[in-house]
């Protein structure tokens, strides 16, 4: 583990050093993954340079950030149209006449904290999103960071023969287990939460759809593990007992706090990873104060649908 995690922390070390930036500043938040972008007002349409350096960056570092922002619930969709179409939630309700725009609330009162178990959005789909671009409104003044992880890494440090046993095999994703009828935010216990966030257990779909558990991102074409633990239900064509036991293992190793950084809002700070090589985790740590964000997820369109 030790070595291999040493390679592979220098090559994302490299990757972050590689592109030569112009219009932007990038700042590397950690070793793992992340990075704060400066000199961009993204309230506006991004220029063809300013446009590709971003999405280098974006690629680079799998989660990028932007502070002060200051942006209309349209502003944050145009946004994120730069790179790709956008998803609409069927399960989670949006903002008055935006229904690209997921609310995530959490009031003062609240036990419950969307997104508080790790996961990339949207996998549960046939075609998995691309990323989401989560934007703060009111965040408490300490307290209440997301956690982001590097599948990259995660994939790169198993062994030879754990890499050989994994390919081949497909995941099942699906939404019902958080979303569905009997889904974990309509339990009791989550009601609170099931009215702040509005997520609403309707007719919307919760198919099961199979995915690579290695799976090779269509942009950088590198190799990640592709799994989460509220999505990931199964491995193709194994019993219940036999997925349980290997995707026990993926889970805890792909969130081992060396795959990770973090990251600490503000007013007007935005997050945009991908979700096709990251996972994150909002954690529960500032009962008593209001958070609110809005996210959007972009859907990914290189790939076949
Ligand atoms: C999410 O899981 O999309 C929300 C993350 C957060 O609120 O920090």
Redesign the pocket.
């Known amino acids: 583990m030790s070595r291999l995690y040493q390679q592979a922390v220098a090559r994302e070390r490299t990757n972050s050093a590689r592109s030569d930036y112009k219009r932007i500043e990038v700042h590397p938040i950690a070793g793992a993954l992340g990075a704060e972008i400066s000199g961009v007002d993204l309230s506006q349409p991004l220029d063809g340079q300013t446009f590709k350096e971003v999405h280098q960056a974006f690629l680079d570092h799998l989660v990028i950030f932007f502070r002060d922002q200051n942006l209309s619930p349209d502003q944050h969709k145009a946004f994120a149209r730069q790179f790709g179409e956008l998803h609409h939630n069927d399960f989670i309700h949006e903002i008055e006449d935006h229904p690209e725009i997921?609310r995530?609330a959490r009031a003062a009162t609240d036990q419950f904290?969307?997104?508080n178990d790790w996961?990339a959005?949207v996998t549960y789909t046939k075609v998995p999103s691309l990323g989401?671009v989560?934007y703060a409104l009111d965040v408490p003044d300490f307290g209440?960071?997301?956690l982001f992880s590097n599948l990259y890494t995660a994939y790169e440090t198993l062994s030879e023969t754990m890499k050989e046993t994994l390919s081949g095999l497909r995941g099942l994703h699906t939404a019902e287990a958080i979303f569905g009828k009997s889904g974990a935010y309509v339990q009791d216990n989550y009601k609170e939460g099931h009215k702040a966030t509005g997520v609403s257990h309707n007719e919307a779909s919760t198919e099961i759809y199979a995915h690579p558990i290695v799976r090779v991102h269509p942009e950088t074409n590198r190799k990640g593990l592709f799994v989460s633990s509220i999505f990931t239900v199964g491995i193709e064509g194994m019993s219940d007992d036999e997925s349980r036991a290997i995707l026990d293992f993926l889970f805890e190793h792909s969130v081992r706090p060396d795959f990770t950084s973090r990251f600490r809002?503000e007013k007007g700070s935005l997050a945009f990873w991908d979700n096709r090589c990251t996972l994150?985790?909002?954690?529960n740590d500032a009962a008593g104060v209001d958070?609110l964000?809005h996210?959007v997820t972009v859907l990914d369109g290189h790939v076949d649908g």
Do not use: Q
């Open positions: 997921v995530v904290v969307f997104g996961h959005d989401s989560l209440g960071d997301t809002w994150h985790y909002a954690l958070r964000l996210r």
